[in-house]
């Protein structure tokens, strides 16, 4: 009886790894191309990765704009502060599911925490929110 409670606690445990493990890599496959993207400071590029309507957040001034306006607005972001670097530090979701990410992107002197939210649409995620705010 006893080993029979092992084995079933046993179980249990390698399936919670297995759904944890499952989990990261799913979020590995939202955000790994859209941390791609930004590392390479291509607003074209950006926007295939944009909803309909994006809500940014840049410095401060904050806008909804469309996805055609904010390929302009990154464009214009990314040619005043060309990154050096962009690294994913976080990635959740919230208890509703709805899947996000903090980053740190880098231009010569300056820092920005990064705060993206996706949204699933049509099997596709999405940026529906971000945040570039100066450290």
Same mark, same amino acid.
């Given at each position: ?37 930004? @590392?390479?400071? *291509? ?10 309507? #994006?809500?940014? +957040?840049?410095?401060? %001034? $904050? ?27 976080? @990635?959740?979701? *919230? ?10 992107? #880098?231009?010569? +002197?300056?820092?920005? %925490? $990064? ?21």
């Amino acid at each position: 009886m006893k080993y029979r409670r092992v084995k079933i606690v046993g179980m249990v445990v390698v399936l919670a790894f297995c759904v944890a493990l499952q989990h990261s890599y799913a979020q590995d496959a939202i955000f790994d191309p859209i941390r791609d993207v930004i @590392k390479t400071g *291509s607003a074209k590029e950006m926007s295939k990765h944009l909803n309909q309507n #994006v809500e940014i +957040n840049i410095e401060g %001034n $904050v806008n909804t704009y469309s996805k055609a306006q904010a390929e302009f607005v990154f464009r214009d972001f990314f040619k005043k502060h060309p990154a050096t670097s962009f690294t994913i530090v976080h @990635k959740g979701a *919230s208890k509703g599911g709805q899947q996000f990410a903090i980053g740190r992107y #880098v231009s010569n +002197n300056d820092s920005y %925490n $990064v705060l993206m939210l996706v949204k699933e649409i049509s099997a596709t995620y999405l940026i529906h929110e971000i945040s570039f705010v100066k450290e």
